[in-house]
């Protein structure tokens, strides 16, 4: 049973990213984002970019959820006991998470949940559909069970903030971006795919109520991700004492959407920090070229040329094709400063 389980895994790895443009098809009555596979409901995308600050946060009382994996080698309950057992990534840690109850306007609820939820969820349902694909089964019983993707009552949905990077050289008129390609022997989810940079499930560093902001983050993750900062904090972070924090503020950071990854069910809150040329040179001057997770692309023009590529031709996640998508529809409201720092 184990060699049968890891072949079925093995050949997800394989072909992730055109499972992922396949399973969309499985939904043809939820809506797409931006012409990709990254599904989503209607009222998690507003008609034009909104300042990350305008959404509000509430933290509620989680509900326990129940579904039970197909397909598990024996002696295993879930899909994250035998993944941690047999195919474990080299980062592979049972977190806290905010997990989604309800998003409705622009204020969303979370409750308390756990990294592995995700596993046990969204990596156990793709292990079926990958199966399915490879001919040892003719059933999703899991994925059935789930139904819409869309809809936090089915499922326990923890939330990735994917953020699209821009440099912004406003005397020469060019913006760059950068990606993350994901080693797939580094992470639990997406490997061998190109992502937008940063992205972290939102969760906690140390303290539940202190990090209980998409900003406090979304600072964590450009820390580790683009300057490899260490993931472990020995106390609650002073955000507003941290130097780097206070200077990040300076960057413009807008919510474009949220969508789920139809092979997943991954959740991303899509959004955009643009940086002026000057304050990223001088916050991100020491970027690293790889991470605890995979390789950073760095400098990429911000062109419809590269757009195109990297969502229609490259193995990009669902999310990451849909923001580059959604950023380069919205591009000159997201480059255009201020009206006060208009020259």
């Known amino acids: 049973m184990p060699a ?15 499972f992922a443009v396949k399973a969309a098809a499985e939904y043809p009555d939820v809506p797409k984002v931006a012409g990709t596979p990254l599904l989503t409901a209607a009222h998690w995308m507003p008609a034009e970019p909104v300042p990350l600050h305008d959404l509000t946060l509430e933290l ?13 080698p024996e002696g295993f309950r879930c899909y994250s006991e035998a993944m941690a057992a047999l195919a474990a990534p080299a980062v592979f840690e049972n977190r806290p998470t ?32 990958a199966a399915r ?23 326990p949905v923890n939330v990735a903030i994917s953020t699209l990077t821009i440099r912004h050289d406003r005397a020469s008129g060019r913006s760059t971006f950068f990606l993350h390609w994901r080693d797939p022997r580094k992470v639990g989810h997406a490997g061998g ?77 899509l959004t955009v920090a643009v940086f002026e040329a000057e304050l990223f040179d001088e916050l991100f001057g020491d970027l690293v070229s790889h991470n605890d997770e995979g390789r950073v692309l760095a400098g990429l023009d911000f062109t419809a040329e590269n757009v195109e590529r990297f969502v229609h031709d490259e193995p990009t996640q669902a999310a990451g094709a849909a923001l580059l998508a959604l950023a ?10 201020p009206p006060s720092t208009r020259d």
């Open 98 to 129: 905010y997990r989604l109850l309800e998003f409705a306007g622009r204020h969303l609820k979370f409750g308390i949940g756990s990294y592995f939820d995700g596993i046990d969820v969204g990596e156990a349902c793709a292990h079926e559909y």
């Open 133 to 155: 694909e490879l001919g040892k089964t003719d059933s999703v019983p899991m994925r059935d069970a789930v139904g819409d993707p869309c809809d936090p009552a089915r499922r």
């Open 60 to 72: 509620a009382r989680a509900t326990d959820f129940r579904l039970v994996s197909s397909g598990l």
């Open 4 to 18: 049968q389980w890891l072949e079925v895994r093995a050949h997800l790895l394989e072909h992730r990213h055109a």
């Open 328 to 337: 380069w529809q919205h591009r000159e409201q997201l480059l255009s400063p």
């Open 193 to 269: 795919m190109y992502q937008v940079l940063p992205v972290g499930v939102f969760q906690s560093a140390t303290d539940v109520v202190n990090d209980f902001s998409l900003w406090h983050c979304m600072v964590r993750e450009f820390a580790e991700e683009l300057l490899g900062a260490p993931e472990e904090y020995t106390g609650p972070v002073d955000y507003a004492g941290w130097p780097f924090a206070r200077r990040m503020a300076e960057a413009r950071v807008s919510y474009l959407g949220m969508g789920v990854d139809p092979l997943t069910f991954a959740t991303d809150m």
